[in-house]
C-alpha cells in the first residue's frame, strides 16, 4: 500500500498537475492539505477521478483558507469510514477509519501571532488525546500530513534556523515529540537518520528551492506495528507544482 501525504496548496490552481501525479504515481491514499475551496468547489478533474472515494473536509472556515481532504482506493481499504473529529479547528483535519489502521490527515496551524500560536498548541494537544485514545482500543494508526513544524535542528536548513521562528519553538516541537511518546514512528527520519537538507517546503524566496533552503514539515508517522511493515519512503522532489512536496511510504499489508 502506497499512502501519500501533500500540502497541494489550492487544487484549483494545482489541478492539472494533481491529477497528472496522481495517474502516474497511482497512490493507495493521498491526504491533501491546504485545497483551499469547499467540497462543491473541488473541480470536477478531480472528483471524477475513477477508482477513489473522495473525502472533503472544505474550507467552510474562511474562504479560499485551509481545507484537507482524502483519496483513497476502495479496495485497499475495507471497512472504510470517515469523520472529521472534535479538535478540529479550520477545516484543518480528517480522519480516515478501515480495517488495519486508522489515518489522521492534518494541516497544522501555522501559528503566526500570539492568538493562532495558542490555536496550535490546543490544536496539537486534542490531536494527541484523540490519538492516544485510537491507540488504546488497539487500533493501529497514522498521521500524515503538513505538522509545521521542523522537529529537529537538522530538519531545517541552517539559513532558517532561527531561535524563536515560528515552527521551530520549544513548545511546538515538544508538543510533536508528545505525539511520538504514543510510540509513533517518524519513518522518514528514522529510514534517513542522518541525512541533511531532506526537506519539504522551500519558502518563496528567489531561487529558495533550487538553493534547496527548506523545512521538513509534511511528514508521515506510523503506529509500531505498521512502522515494521514498511518497505520504502521518499520525498517526491521532482514534483515541483506546489511549494510542497509530496512524501509517500509504501507499507506491506
Not at 44 to 50: G, K, L
Not at 110 to 133: N, V
Request: charged letters at 30%; a negative charge.
Amino acid at each position: 500500500m502506497n499512502i501519500s501525504t501533500w500540502n497541494i496548496n489550492g487544487i484549483r490552481a494545482r489541478q492539472e498537475a494533481l491529477r497528472a501525479w496522481i495517474e502516474r504515481r497511482q497512490p493507495d491514499i493521498v491526504i491533501l492539505q491546504e485545497v483551499k475551496a469547499l467540497e462543491a468547489e473541488i473541480p470536477e478533474s478531480i472528483t471524477d477521478i475513477p477508482g477513489y472515494a473522495k473525502f472533503w473536509n472544505g474550507s467552510s472556515f474562511k474562504k479560499g483558507y485551509s481545507g484537507v481532504g482524502i483519496l483513497v482506493k476502495e479496495e485497499s481499504c475495507p471497512g472504510l469510514e470517515w469523520e472529521v473529529p472534535g479538535f478540529d479547528v479550520e477545516n484543518r483535519t480528517i480522519v480516515l477509519h478501515c480495517r488495519d489502521f486508522s489515518l489522521v490527515g492534518t494541516y497544522v496551524p501555522r501559528g503566526d501571532g500570539p492568538e493562532h500560536y495558542a490555536i496550535k498548541l490546543r490544536y496539537l494537544d486534542g490531536m494527541k488525546d484523540f490519538m492516544a485514545d485510537l491507540l488504546a482500543s488497539g487500533r493501529e494508526l497514522i498521521l500524515a500530513g503538513d505538522m509545521n513544524v521542523a522537529l529537529r535542528e537538522i530538519d531545517v536548513h541552517r539559513s532558517q534556523n532561527k531561535p524563536g521562528a515560528t515552527g521551530l519553538r520549544p513548545e511546538e516541537r515538544s508538543a510533536i515529540d508528545g505525539h511520538l511518546s504514543l510510540g509513533l514512528k517518524d519513518i522518514v527520519r528514522e529510514l534517513n537518520p542522518d541525512k541533511k537538507d531532506l526537506f519539504t517546503w522551500w519558502p518563496n524566496w528567489k531561487m529558495a528551492r533550487e538553493r534547496n533552503l527548506g523545512w521538513r514539515i509534511d511528514c508521515i508517522y506510523l503506529s509500531a506495528g505498521l512502522a515494521g511493515k514498511v518497505s520504502g519512503a521518499a520525498v517526491d522532489l521532482d514534483e515541483r507544482s506546489s511549494d510542497h512536496a509530496p512524501v509517500t511510504v509504501e507499507i506491506l499489508l
